[in-house]
């Protein structure tokens, strides 16, 4: 389970890992934000209205779900069970609030922090890429610094200065004996 605050690289590594390493099944969550420009439906997301988000996380559905900025963000627990059982490396892309959750309801999963080099570079990150407007931009850095003081609840952590170099540490980490449940 791969973890960080917004705009510390999570889904470049995941692209990466994608391109590089197919072995490794990705779960796709479902979300009730609207695409950004070049996001799939189905592959980076599976976009679905609220009220549908609202009756799959009352019918149990979910591995973990979260509420960010108006918008339902949750891992569909199904496929990655699946996944599991077949004995598969299985990496879920999710926020600190998913991340508790995975903890609470599978402990032997491994949780890996994703960290950036600095600060200043996180903030740089999130607001060079222009996604969102200021109000969100400051919100998502106010949610940063509570995720970064969360790194010692993870199993590891890595630091996204090297796209290259995380995403062969975290093949390692998925390749290494613990095979209870995937990072």
Partial sequence: MLSGPSGVGKSTVVKMLRTHHPEVWISVSATTRFPRPGEIDGVHYWFIGRAEFERRAA????????????NLYGTPLAPVAARLALGESVLLEIDLQGARQVRERLPAARLVFLKPPSWGELVRRLTERHTEPPEVVERRLAAARRELAAEPEFDYALMNSDVPQVCQQLVALLRSPHQASEA
């Fill in 59 to 70: 019918a149990g559905e979910f591995l973990e779900w979260a509420e960010f900025d108006d």
